[in-house]
């Protein structure tokens, strides 16, 4: 289990997470003018974790195995499908959303909200693109 921790891609990963998360309850305290702790482990808002921490494990990647590498074409490949499948998945969840209030209207005899729209469930593409550039930022500090 040490091993795991000593390897450089690895740590950055988790910094560049950090860092996401770190910057996100920062600008809820600047904006908001209160510390909201829940802010470190919400996935949810800017910059996306997820992005963060596989963008900067993939830039480590390349700097420690070679851009030309097999082990860098694969960490590509991940951080391709985790940066389009966080977007997707999370837009799915608030499209279900979205249905199963209408739903509980329709159960409750309620007229349907007018396009309520639950955006913490989603990322935008900015989102996503503050969190690479976070974690590619981090990768290049780092190593």
């Known amino acids: 289990m ?12 988790i910094i560049a997470g950090a860092c996401a998360q770190l910057i996100k309850v920062v600008s809820f305290l600047v904006l908001e003018k209160k510390v ?33 590498s097999l082990a860098f074409a694969f960490a590509v490949c991940v951080t391709a499908i985790i940066v389009v499948d966080t977007m997707n998945v999370k837009n799915a969840t608030s499209r279900q959303a979205e249905a199963i209030l209408l ?13 309520r729209r639950n955006s913490g469930l989603s990322y935008t593409p900015m989102d996503v693109a503050t969190g690479m550039a976070v974690g590619i930022f981090v990768a290049m500090l780092l190593v």
């Open 2 to 13: 040490l091993d795991v921790v000593r390897i450089q891609p690895f740590l950055v990963a």
């Open 36 to 68: 909201n702790y829940r802010r470190f482990v919400q996935t949810d808002g800017s910059p996306n974790m997820h992005s963060a921490a596989f963008s900067g494990l993939t830039v480590a990647v390349g700097f420690y195995s070679g851009f030309g």
């Open 103 to 115: 739903i509980m209207d329709r159960v409750r005899k309620r007229k349907p909200a007018a396009q």
